[in-house]
T-cell receptor
Framework: SQTIHQWPATLVQPVGSPLSLECTVE??????LYWYRQAAGRGLQLLFYSVGIGQISSEVPQNLSASRPQDRQFILSSKKLLLSDSGFYLCAWIYRAGWTEAFFGQGTRLTVV | GQQVMQIPQYQHVQEGEDFTTYCNSSTTLSNIQWYKQRPGGHPVFLIQ?????EVKKQKRLTFQFGEAKKNSSLHITATQTTDVGTYFCAESSYGGATNKLIFGTGTLLAVQP
């Protein structure tokens, strides 16, 4: 069966520090991968999506970047965190072919102080 | 760009009352998915609607897709405390280089026992 791992679960980082969040998928190949951010009590904002290794599409201009070094690995990064980067970050994957459901990781709650 | 609005943003009901959330788009939707996110958790897929006028039921939950494919609704009959959470609709746009899953703004449901 397919599983998605996302870590860490919680993170407290000072302003100006770097960030690296990792997401890996098991049990499937060639997934579409997504990073979402959810501010407290708000909706899900699509940050990045990837249809293959090295292929990243950015949805909103921001202080973050994403990379996909391997087929089932998706990384969210920042060189210098801002207070506004605080939020709940969710990784998700969808089967490559067609309109199917998204499977989400457990999420990382990031607090920038 | 894609915009999927949901109303209401928040709904508080007594246990046993019915609940409905509406999802509206300014453009024709290719499909609509519904997700539930429990407090502190990650979104979990409920259902997908594809056809104009489609209606699907899952126990006390009824999902509808509008005839013009520009709106959708989720109706819960006789709410229970286990229904607490945020309900999101989402559109999956799939094709070529575009493989995005855009979420609505969400409706937070509170159920008082």
């Amino acid at each position: 069966s397919q599983t998605i791992h996302q870590w860490p679960a919680t993170l407290v980082q000072p302003v100006g520090s770097p960030l690296s969040l990792e997401c890996t998928v098991e049990g499937t190949s060639n997934p579409n991968l997504y990073w979402y951010r959810q501010a407290a009590g708000r909706g899900l904002q699509l940050l990045f999506y990837s249809v293959g290794i090295g292929q990243i599409s950015s949805e909103v201009p921001q202080n973050l970047s994403a990379s996909r070094p391997q087929d089932r690995q998706f990384i969210l990064s920042s060189k210098k965190l801002l207070l506004s980067d605080s939020g709940f970050y969710l990784c998700a994957w969808i089967y490559r072919a067609g309109w199917t459901e998204a499977f989400f990781g457990q999420g990382t709650r990031l607090t920038v102080v | 760009g894609q915009q999927v609005m949901q109303i209401p943003q928040y709904q508080h009901v007594q246990e046993g009352e019915d609940f409905t959330t509406y999802c509206n788009s300014s453009t024709t939707l290719s499909n609509i998915q519904w997700y539930k996110q429990r407090p502190g958790g990650h979104p979990v897929f409920l259902i997908q609607l594809v056809k104009s006028g489609e209606v699907k039921k899952q126990k006390r939950l009824t999902f509808q897709f509008g005839e013009a494919k520009k709106n959708s609704s989720l109706h819960i009959t006789a709410t229970q405390t286990t229904d607490v959470g945020t309900y999101f609709c989402a559109e999956s746009s799939y094709g070529g280089a575009t493989n995005k899953l855009i979420f609505g703004t969400g409706t937070l449901l509170a159920v008082q026992p």
